[in-house]
């Protein structure tokens, strides 16, 4: 069991290396080679190409049953969750298989309306509020499959 992370633009790196080292769960952050991102105890740093959907399609390569995968990118989070991984959001949002459909379908809904010329205002701001969240979301997941001898 690993936490794979879809690096580029994720926020809670250290929140996510935090419980990876807690619970001695190894962690793989993957990103462009636009982003740079430091490896260290239990953290291996990939670094892919900088098209942009590399990193989602390298992570859904070596994705395996068990894994938690950390993204905001709906469709990586598709893919991840039919490879039987727990995946969240950054936020702390648990992406399952009641809510995947309708987030897809949102997706492309806006890109839709986006192309036809609407605009839209974009994610609210990052608080500090969504990290702490984010973290307990990311414990109970970890604390859960520990107790179910997953690692």
């Known amino acids: 069991m690993r936490i794979v992370v879809d690096g580029d633009s994720c926020p809670v790196k250290s929140e996510i290396v935090f419980a990876g080292r807690k619970f001695q769960v190894p962690v793989i952050m993957v990103s462009s080679y636009d982003h740079v991102l430091q490896s260290g ?3 291996t740093v990939v670094q892919v190409d900088r098209s942009s959907q590399s990193a ?3 992570i859904a390569n070596i994705i395996v049953s068990g894994d938690v995968v950390i993204t905001q990118d709906y469709g990586l989070a598709a893919l991840a969750l039919a490879k039987s ?3 969240l959001s950054p936020r702390g949002e648990s992406y399952h298989s009641g809510n995947i459909d309708y987030l897809l379908e949102r997706r492309h809904f806006n ?3 986006r192309r036809g010329g609407k605009h839209s205002k974009g994610p609210k701001p990052f608080t500090d509020l ?3 969240s984010f973290l307990q979301e990311l414990t109970k997941v970890l ?3 520990q107790e179910n001898g997953l690692f």
Do not use: P
Request: proline content about 0%; glycine content about 6%.
């Open 143 to 145: 604390s859960r499959m």
């Open 56 to 58: 989602d399609l390298f």
């Open 85 to 87: 991984c727990a995946v």
């Open 130 to 132: 969504d990290r702490e």
């Open 111 to 113: 890109a839709k309306a």
């Open 41 to 43: 105890e239990g953290v």
